[in-house]
């Protein structure tokens, strides 16, 4: 059946009638028993017309980003749409097709060419690549150690192109609230890894990335790969649009760095941000993951000596496909020796007014 993600972007300030927009929008999924939703908070963002909410100014961090993503089937997305517009308002917000694996019964019934060309969009020029999300709780364990850095590490050593480990703030599982309390253990906290690699990489890693959670549910969707630690292999370009759900086509790149990659010493995803502010685009979101790696740098995030200075970054960049090479050849003077840059048409329900923050 056809799966769906829903995600919304919008300032944590935003309200919903008395609620904060953030609680009200995990409320309704987690009444609709939506099967998997995370809400993340970003270090760093900016909309249409707005200037850059940042984690290192005491001023300028009092509204800053939040990304709420809901996955489950086509219906019931699209049940709880409505509702998840309007307490967003206005807010951008996509809705994207996936593949979605919800337990070992799905994963059991993939065969040899159940992720073959076309079965998840056509792929781009620069290769069959896709990305698999991986949804599961902080508190998950495999091995005796964090079931995040177990399957970062597992995807490692397959040699994809890279993963992240991010840790939500609030969000559900197949209707459960899991939301981060002060002063309590943050166990039950989402998380979500992301990871890219090639089809038959991740076909062939599936099943033991599943072997590793007790409840696994996750996605997959097709992605190019634009560079790679240096070298270029493909220029964004855009997918053919179907049309459907009143979407409009925009171009979503992505890029993943750490906090101790830098470019003229300070860190390179705070120098995209404000040249990707002043060239006047239209939307960008950092969120600091915790644990990751891309390209043959092993995997590495929060240590006790370390805290913040060795985890990975993720800067997404949201724009309209005629922006969007501005925006690549600011990334591509950024990236010269190292990071993933990802690149993927994105079906935006509703864009940002302007002086609203994405």
């Not at 599961?136 to 150690?145: C, G, K, N, T, V």
């Not at 696994?216 to 790969?225: D, Y």
Request: charged share 20%.
């Amino acid at each position: 059946m056809e799966s769906l993600r829903l995600t919304s972007y919008f300032g944590e300030r935003r309200r919903a009638g008395r609620n904060l927009a953030g609680n009200a929008l995990l409320d309704l999924y987690a009444t609709a028993q939506i099967a998997a939703s995370i809400q993340l908070r970003g270090t760093q963002g900016f909309g249409l017309g707005e200037q850059l909410r940042t984690d290192r100014s005491l001023s300028l961090s009092e509204d800053l980003p939040l990304v709420t993503v809901a996955v489950d089937t086509s219906p019931r997305i699209k049940a709880v749409l409505e509702q998840a517009l309007a307490i967003t308002t206005p807010g951008l917000v996509t809705l994207e097709p996936v593949c979605l694996l919800d337990g070992d019964d799905d994963l059991a019934r993939l065969g040899p060419g159940s992720l073959g060309p076309g079965s998840l969009g056509p792929p781009g020029p620069a290769g069959d690549e896709v990305r698999l999300t991986v949804h599961l709780s902080r508190h998950e364990q495999a091995y005796q150690i964090p079931a995040y850095e177990a399957i970062c590490d597992l995807l490692y050593r397959r040699c994809v192109a890279g993963a992240t480990a991010l840790l939500g703030v609030d969000g559900s599982s197949r209707g459960r609230r899991q939301r981060a309390r002060f002063l309590r253990r943050q166990a039950e906290v989402p998380m979500m890894v992301i990871a890219v690699g090639s089809r038959d990489q991740m076909m062939d890693v599936l099943p033991d990335v599943s072997g590793l959670l007790r409840d696994p549910l996750l996605t997959l969707e097709p992605v190019r790969v634009c560079k790679r630690d240096g070298l270029i292999l493909g220029l964004p370009g855009r997918s053919p649009d179907d049309g459907e759900h009143g979407t409009a086509p925009w171009q979503k790149l992505t890029v993943y760095t750490s906090e101790a990659a830098r470019h003229d010493g300070q860190a390179i995803h705070r120098v995209l941000a404000r040249r990707l502010l002043a060239a006047g685009l239209g939307g960008v979101t950092t969120l600091r993951g915790v644990w990751g790696f891309h390209g043959e740098h092993a995997p590495h995030g929060d240590s006790a000596l370390h805290l913040g200075h060795h985890v990975p970054a993720v800067t997404t960049v949201l724009d309209t496909p005629e922006r969007i090479p501005a925006a690549f050849a600011i990334i591509d003077e950024l990236t010269a020796e190292r990071g993933l840059v990802t690149s993927e048409t994105v079906p935006v329900l509703r864009a940002p007014a302007a002086g609203q923050t994405v």
